[in-house]
């Protein structure tokens, strides 16, 4: 439907001139060796209702197909899992939420301890040998 009006409103601002050669070339499109069976668009005030909504059922359908693309959608939900995941990581570790009571205090503390445990300070003392258990466990 909309086609149709553009159609029409652009028939309409087009000058005498222009509107000749563009009559020629719908005809001579239309007298061609192949002859048209359709022509689009078709005038929806002369269709019933049950056709109307068969072209505009066709015709969303083919936009759908037109405008598919994936490696896009790809792009903007791996973006928007990012985006998610980042803030609700800042949230939980390195946000300062000024109360008392921080609700991710367990978690935060948990963390930072196990990365604390990587740091090279605390990397030697996990690698220190604990001999008497090694004897100890020799004697058995």
């Known amino acids: 439907m909309f086609p149709t009006l553009v159609r029409r409103t652009a028939e ?3 000058s005498s001139l222009l509107r000749n050669t563009a009559s020629t070339a719908l005809k001579s499109a239309s007298t061609g060796p192949y002859k048209l069976k ?3 668009p078709p005038d929806f005030t ?3 209702e049950k056709d109307q909504f068969r072209f505009e059922r066709r015709y969303k359908r ?3 197909l037109a405008t598919v693309r994936p490696r896009w959608d790809k792009f903007i939900k791996l973006a928007q899992l990012f985006s998610m995941i980042s803030v609700l990581i800042y949230t939980v570790l390195f946000m300062d939420w000024e ?3 921080n609700p991710f205090q367990g978690i935060r503390d948990r963390f930072w301890d196990f990365f604390g445990a990587l740091t090279p300070e605390q ?3 996990r690698r220190t040998p604990d001999i008497e258990a090694i004897t100890n466990r020799k004697q058995i």
């Open 12 to 14: 309409k601002a087009t």
């Open 38 to 40: 359709k022509v689009w």
């Open 46 to 48: 002369k269709l019933s």
């Open 62 to 64: 083919r936009l759908k």
């Open 99 to 101: 109360q008392e009571n």
């Open 123 to 125: 990397r030697h003392q």
